[in-house]
């Protein structure tokens, strides 16, 4: 069974850091793609950026220079990195993988179920 299990959500002043982990299982993690996405109230869920299998990274415009994502593939974790936190990005932080769970080799989507993230001016 697949699952993805955020957590490292908090309160904290502009200007600040928090680092947010993604612990998944059910499925061989380092053979995929991974990705954050983000919703704040009456907005459109946005994504914050993702992590191939080989490493490689990409982000929105918004968190470009600010967030970092990175992985461990031994502890089957993605985390990811929020610096210079601006009360714009306060947020619900979704963790997202596309995988093939099952020998079929049906791609099925899973989310997370996500962790707040209150930035204060």
Do not use: H
Request: glycine share 12%; charged share 20%.
């Amino acid at each position: 069974q697949v699952q993805l299990v955020e957590s490292g959500g908090g309160l904290v002043q502009a200007g600040g850091s928090l680092r947010l982990s993604c612990a998944a299982s059910g499925f061989t993690f380092s053979m995929y793609s991974m990705g954050w996405f983000r919703q704040a109230p009456g907005k459109e869920r946005e994504l914050v950026g993702y992590i191939e299998s080989d490493g490689s990274t990409d982000y929105g415009d918004s968190v470009k220079g600010r967030f970092t994502i990175s992985r461990d593939n031994y502890k089957n974790t993605m985390y990811l990195q929020m610096n210079s936190l601006k009360p714009e990005d306060t947020a619900v932080y979704l963790c997202y993988a596309l995988v093939q769970p099952y020998r079929d080799g049906r791609y099925l989507d899973y989310w997370g179920q996500g962790t707040q993230v209150t930035v204060s001016s």
